[in-house]
């Protein structure tokens, strides 16, 4: 059995983070790649699309304004996807507006994180998402 714990402790959750920010891109890959998540970044909402739909990350975070599309348009390209549309999104955003928090809803974001959030913030949140996205009914799996 110890080399199925060793097996089942290597398997890392992958996700995808996209902004076109690669400072920011850079802090938040590096936060989440120390926390033992396996990241992918990318700067393009559609290199982020074509990513998401070849390696099917468990999450994803994705910037509200980016140059080529918003990330309301990514949410919903993605969640018109019938093999992607159950994949968790994270909203980033500088400022937690009252139109994004309706038009993200509206879209199928699962949660908004101000970028200005603390790492325990953004991580708590990121868990409480794929818990949700992996437990029947959305029932969370943490006691």
């Given at each position: 059995n110890t080399d199925l714990d060793v097996w089942l402790n290597s398997i890392r959750t992958r996700i995808l983070v996209v902004d076109d920010d690669p400072i920011f891109l850079k802090?938040?890959?590096?936060?989440?790649?120390?926390?033992?998540?396996?990241?992918?970044?990318?700067?393009?909402?559609?290199?982020?699309?074509?990513?998401?739909?070849?390696?099917?990350?468990?999450?994803?975070?994705?910037?509200?304004?980016?140059?080529?599309?918003?990330?309301?348009?990514?949410?919903m390209r993605l969640k018109a996807s019938p093999h992607l549309r159950?994949?968790?999104i994270l909203m980033l955003t500088g400022h937690a507006a009252r139109e994004v928090v309706v038009q993200g809803v509206k879209a199928g974001v699962s949660g908004f994180l101000v970028k200005s959030n603390t790492k325990e913030v953004i991580l708590q949140r990121l868990r409480s998402c794929i818990d949700s996205a992996i437990s029947p009914a959305g029932i969370s799996t943490k006691k």
């Open positions: 802090v938040l890959s590096g936060m989440l790649t120390h926390e033992n998540y396996e990241v992918l970044s990318v700067t393009n909402a559609i290199e982020g699309l074509r990513i998401a739909a070849r390696l099917k990350p468990e999450a994803i975070l994705v910037d509200y304004e980016m140059p080529e599309m918003s990330g309301i348009d990514f949410t159950r994949i968790p």
